[in-house]
Each structure stands twice: as structure tokens, then as C-alpha cells.
């Protein structure tokens, strides 16, 4: 059974940083790019970031790019959100989730999600 499971959530006060973990098992990881998504309360989910099945294609949301870092270890199947300067505006639910061949819309497999809460 395909599975991603996110960890590294938790409160942070505005300025600091947490890393996200998303684990992946039961399909074949290489074949898939990983993105991260965020929802928000009362607001759609968003796309934050994505990295290509090479790991060297790497997408950003405009309002993380300089404090979110993406990265992937193939070899234990984990793609990491480094995430720095947390802002309030960055608490929401954090998924992790699947697209086979391309960054996407994480339509293929879909964690249930961290919550981050960021405090001003």
C-alpha cells in the first residue's frame, strides 16, 4: 500500500525553524515528484514546494522562496521542508504528496498532513 507520512510539525515562534519530513513506501519513490502543499484554515490548499524525480528540479511558492529549502534522500525515500524565518502567515496543515513524473497537483498519493502554527 502506497504510504506518506509527514513529521516535524509543531509551534514555533515567529523567526524560528522547523524541518518537515515526508516518508515515503509502498510504490516506486524514483518515479515520483514530491511536492508540499499547505491549507490554511478557511483558505485553499496551496502548493509551497516541489522537487523533480532527478532531485534537481525544484519549485517554490513566491512567498517562500529564500526561507524554504527542499530536498530529497533516495536512498531512505524522505523528502525534507527545511523551513526558516517562519512567519504567522505560515501556519497551516503541511502535506506532503505525489505526482508520478512531474511536479503536479499531488494527485497520485497524499499524506495526512503536519500542522505547523507559527506564534507572532
Known amino acids: 500500500e502506497a504510504q506518506l507520512v509527514e513529521s516535524g510539525g509543531g509551534l514555533v515562534q515567529a523567526g524560528g525553524s522547523l524541518r518537515l519530513s515526508c516518508a515515503a513506501s509502498?510504490?516506486?519513490?524514483?518515479?515520483?515528484?514530491i511536492g508540499w502543499f499547505r491549507q490554511a484554515p478557511g483558505k485553499e490548499r496551496e502548493g509551497v514546494s516541489c522537487?523533480?524525480?532527478?532531485?534537481?528540479?525544484?519549485y517554490y511558492e513566491d512567498s517562500v522562496k529564500g526561507r524554504f529549502t527542499i530536498s530529497s534522500d533516495n536512498a531512505n525515500n524522505t523528502v525534507y521542508l527545511q523551513m526558516n524565518s517562519l512567519k504567522p502567515e505560515d501556519t497551516a496543515v503541511y502535506y506532503c504528496?505525489?505526482?508520478?513524473?512531474?511536479?503536479?497537483?499531488?494527485?497520485?498519493?497524499r499524506g495526512k498532513g503536519t500542522l505547523v502554527t507559527v506564534s507572532s
Open positions: 509502498g510504490f516506486t519513490f524514483e518515479h515520483y515528484a
Open positions: 522537487i523533480g524525480t532527478s532531485g534537481v528540479i525544484k
Open positions: 504528496a505525489a505526482d508520478r513524473g512531474r511536479c503536479g497537483k499531488g494527485m497520485d498519493y
